[in-house]
Nanobody, 124 residues
C-alpha cells in the first residue's frame, strides 16, 4: 500500500522559509506523479506543484511561482517543498499526494493517495 508521510510544518514569520518533506513508501510502479496540495482555513483544497514521472513540473497556483520549489530525492523516496518568502496567505495544511501514471492531473481530486498533512502557519 502506498503511504505518504509529511513533516516539516510549523510556525514561520512573514518573509521566512520552511522546507516540507514527504516520505513515500510502497510504490508498485516506477511511473507515478507526486505533488503538494494545500487547504487554507475555510477554503477549498488547491494544488501547489506536481512532478510527473519524467520530472516535469506542473504549477497549479501562480501565487507560489518563484517562491515555492518542489524537488525529489529518488534515493530517499522523498519529495520536498521549499517555501521561501512566506506570507500569511500561505497558511494552510499542506498535503503530499500521488497517483500512478505518467502525468500530473488537472485537478487535485484526481490524486489517489494522500498523506495526513502538515500545518504551516505564517504569522508574526
Amino acid at each position: 500500500q502506498l503511504q505518504l508521510v509529511e513533516s516539516g510544518g510549523g510556525l514561520v514569520q512573514p518573509g521566512g522559509s520552511l522546507r516540507l518533506s514527504c516520505a513515500a513508501s510502497g510504490f508498485t510502479s516506477p511511473y507515478y506523479a507526486i505533488g503538494w496540495f494545500r487547504q487554507a482555513p475555510g477554503k477549498e483544497r488547491e494544488g501547489v506543484q506536481c512532478l510527473n514521472s519524467w520530472g516535469h513540473l506542473t504549477y497549479y497556483t501562480d501565487s507560489t511561482k518563484g517562491r515555492f520549489t518542489i524537488s525529489r530525492d529518488n534515493a530517499k523516496n522523498t519529495v520536498y517543498l521549499q517555501i521561501n518568502s512566506a506570507n500569511p496567505e500561505d497558511t494552510a495544511v499542506y498535503y503530499c499526494a500521488a497517483r500512478y501514471g505518467t502525468s500530473c492531473p488537472d485537478v487535485w481530486t484526481a490524486m489517489n493517495y494522500w498523506g495526513k498533512g502538515t500545518l504551516v502557519t505564517v504569522s508574526s
